[in-house]
């Protein structure tokens, strides 16, 4: 039965931790405190403007090229508290960005090195706060 039991656990650790290596995002100490960063180490941001659990973005035209969205890799899948949500990027094509418990996030075009959270408190952007 201990077997069964640490099996279990093994199984259940290893889990969790191809999930987080599979996140798109990843919590990081900054100026601001416990931030989301995308996997570059980016401060990712939210949008006021934006509704929780809408199906796309409040962000568009001149506002995404400013705000770019944490943008899904094709074939990306919603996973726990990570969803995906139609945005009209940029280049005016249709993509998937990601949020997260249900607030899209974005990064600031400004922000110039890991760690930046010049975007804070800009328009209606606040950054992605981490626990």
Do not use: N
Not at 25 to 30: L, Y
Not at 31 to 58: C, N, P, Q, R
Not at 63 to 88: E, H, K, N, R, Y
């Amino acid at each position: 039965m201990s077997r069964i039991l640490a099996g279990a656990s093994l199984l259940l650790m290893m889990t969790a931790a191809a999930f987080a290596a599979d996140a798109p995002a990843k919590v990081a100490d900054s100026s601001a405190g416990k931030v989301w960063v995308d996997l570059k180490g980016m401060t990712l941001y939210t949008f006021d403007k934006d509704t929780k659990g809408e199906a796309s973005s409040a962000c568009t035209g001149d506002c995404i090229s400013a705000w770019p969205p944490l943008v899904a890799a094709d074939g990306a899948v919603a996973t726990g508290d990570w969803t995906l949500l139609a945005v009209v990027d940029a280049d005016g094509k249709t993509k998937q960005m990601w949020a997260y418990d249900g607030q899209p996030l974005y990064l600031f075009a400004q922000d110039k090195k890991p760690g930046d959270v010049t975007g804070d408190g800009m328009g209606g952007f606040h950054v992605a706060k981490g626990s």
